[in-house]
């Protein structure tokens, strides 16, 4: 127990492999499960409520253990931990909206929850291996952050227009200003804003300087768009 919560990396992640791949499938089942489901968690509301307070558990038991974690080992104070990356204020509105079901959060959270967390657990910043704790709270976070963007979607009746998208891209311009000053003033990497993580990610590709933000701004809104067309086609399927 005491290896498993300490700070330091007795096994490496090693990305895709056994235990990378199978937190992947059990990623991919129970999406669709959710997605598949979407009948059952409108017309059953013990069910639904069941799963809407499981992920609730998740999300703010995996914040909150892992800033315990931080605080234990000293590592708070190096300005990374605060839920200010994306994911990070993916999860707090998601808390929010399974508390509230507030048809605006629901729509923010569809955005910045599902593929970004998806992304991030293709492509983990992460070191530690399926030994350490650390190893558990990313996977099971960053899967609960997109479970929970789907299943909001999935077990209320809020549409997603082109209208939302267009509103959580410029709510996100908005907060990426802030957090670019919030890096500047306490010398910090928020929203990976000046330059990618160490560990390998797709920001690899995103350039340096001007073109960073660019490629980083068009890149999103690409996603913001591509989702916004999966979403089409699974109601209309759905419908």
């Not at 992640?13 to 992947?24: E, P, V």
């Not at 209208?163 to 957090?179: G, P, Q, R, W």
């Not at 919030?182 to 797709?202: A, D, R």
């Not at 995103?206 to 916004?228: K, N, Q």
Request: glycine residues 6%; hydrophobic residues 50%; aromatic residues 20%.
């Amino acid at each position: 127990m005491e290896t498993w919560f300490s700070e330091y990396i007795e096994q490496s992640f090693i990305t895709f492999g056994t235990s990378h791949t199978m937190m992947l499938v059990l990623y991919c089942i129970v999406s669709i499960g959710i997605l598949w489901m979407h009948r059952q968690w409108k017309n059953q509301k013990f069910l639904q409520n069941l799963v809407r307070f499981i992920l609730l558990f998740l999300l703010i038991g995996s914040e909150i253990s892992y800033q315990i974690w931080t605080l234990i080992h000293g590592l708070w104070m190096e300005g990374s931990h605060l839920p200010l990356h994306l994911c990070g204020v993916a999860s707090l509105l998601g808390c929010i909206s399974l508390l509230t079901y507030h048809s605006k959060l629901i729509k923010i959270t569809f955005f910045i929850g599902i593929l970004p967390a998806a992304i991030a657990l293709i492509t983990p910043d992460l070191s530690h291996g399926y030994q350490h704790f650390r190893f558990w709270k990313f996977f099971i976070h960053h899967m609960a952050i997109s479970w929970t963007s789907l299943f909001l979607i999935a077990s209320t009746n809020v549409r997603i227009t082109g209208k939302d998208l267009l509103e959580t891209f410029f709510y996100l311009i908005l907060y990426s200003l802030f957090i670019f000053l919030f890096n500047t003033f306490f010398q910090t990497n928020y929203l990976y804003l000046n330059g990618p993580p160490v560990v390998g990610t797709p920001l690899d590709w995103m350039g340096e300087g001007f073109i960073y933000y660019i490629r980083l701004g068009v890149t999103t809104f690409f996603l913001f768009s591509f989702m916004y067309f999966l979403y089409k086609f699974f109601y209309k399927k759905s419908h």
